[in-house]
């Protein structure tokens, strides 16, 4: 078990991962103190799967548990849903001293998050994430969010889990694709941070695919200090610290809205925002080609996307002026230098966008 520190002075929180660590939980969440009942928001497959273990473990620590289950759909990331959820907690809340969880992917702990960040102006809440890409990623860092049909995660806030939990148990039972998914943001860690990550998922990347304890331990816990770090330097992305987290994100996010949240999940629509970032850092000439050759090798061989199909051009490219790192009129991409190198460049022109991504069409 590792705990990692987010440093946020007054809003400062612990991740802990590890496996076989939920018989813990309890125990750690009645020190921070946050209420009695526990407000769990899960979907119906986690529950199914995990429920019952929770449960068990919060009641030993004397928490009564309620289960409130959304769909397990991208839709779900909706001011519809939350405003269901929130009107099912206030209907609850009588005589209790409540907290949430989010129990779940990246769709449930955005969902939940944002819930608890409007509701009586925030209530505690704590991210026990289940899928790989939330226990590397979306988890981490207090970036909560709804989507419009405009754009991706367009309504959000700013708002910091009191603790995150990741059990890696729970990612034994992922299907491939969501194995797949998180990959795409664990080699996005590589490429804006660390060289010695981008090298070891070169030469482990058959053990991660294949869901061995020590290899998903080892790239859960290594993430998670990376955000951690990022996060505690530039909490609310003003000092352009936290920027290069969304390498991949500005043509990723328009992909998906572009498609209605249906022809790709998060990651694989990452994938494809990595790959056109990469081809217009290569326009630019701020990568060479061996390098470019090398990541995307990586990435096709985790089993990403590396064509888009079904998504036409121009919603792609209407979808991305709603990136929310645009300065008024002037884009801004996250681009490549090298392995572990990045460079934040605004205003390039759309003809080398478009290029790019015809390239991947």
Do not use: W
Request: net charge positive.
């Amino acid at each position: 078990m590792k705990v990692i520190r987010v440093n946020l002075k007054k809003r400062s929180y612990n991740i802990i991962a590890g496996s076989g660590i939920l018989s813990r939980l309890g125990k750690y969440i009645k020190k921070l103190e946050v209420g009695s009942d526990a407000y769990v928001i899960t979907n119906a497959s986690i529950k199914n799967k995990y429920g019952r273990a929770l449960e068990k473990t919060l009641k030993a620590s004397g928490f009564k548990v309620k289960f409130k289950l959304v769909p397990d759909r991208e839709e779900s990331k909706s001011i519809r849903t939350s405003f269901l959820v929130i009107r099912d907690i206030a209907r609850y809340d009588k005589r209790r001293h409540i907290f949430i969880i989010a129990f779940g992917g990246g769709v449930i702990g955005d969902l939940a998050g944002f819930v608890a960040s409007i509701y009586k102006r925030g209530v505690p809440y704590i991210q026990i994430p289940t899928t790989l890409l939330a226990q590397v990623d979306s988890s981490i860092g207090g970036k909560t969010a709804v989507d419009l049909g405009e754009g991706k995660n367009l309504i959000g806030a700013f708002y910091q889990p009191r603790l995150v939990f990741s059990e890696v148990k729970f990612l034994g039972s992922l299907e491939k694709r969501q194995v797949r998914s998180g990959l795409a943001e664990v080699i996005k860690y590589g490429l804006i941070k660390d060289p010695r990550l981008f090298l070891y998922l070169e030469k482990s990347l058959k053990d991660a695919l294949a869901l061995k304890p020590l290899a998903l331990e080892y790239i859960v816990k290594r993430c998670s200090s990376i955000k951690a770090a990022i996060v505690g330097r530039d909490e609310k992305e003003e000092k352009g610290l936290r920027t290069i987290l969304n390498f991949g994100h500005t043509a990723g996010h328009a992909i998906e809205a572009a498609s209605g949240y249906k022809a790709y999940n998060h990651g694989e629509a990452i994938a494809l925002g990595m790959l056109i970032a990469l081809d217009i850092s290569r326009k630019l000439n701020l990568i060479g080609q061996a390098v470019s050759q090398r990541i995307e090798g990586l990435i096709k061989a985790a089993g990403l996307p590396a064509r888009i199909e079904g998504v036409p051009l121009y919603k792609i490219i209407n979808a991305h002026y709603h990136d929310k790192k645009f300065i008024g009129l002037k884009n801004r991409f996250v681009l490549i230098k090298g392995i572990g190198k990045t460079k934040i460049v605004e205003n390039i022109p759309l003809k080398i966008i478009e290029e790019a991504i015809k390239k991947r069409a």
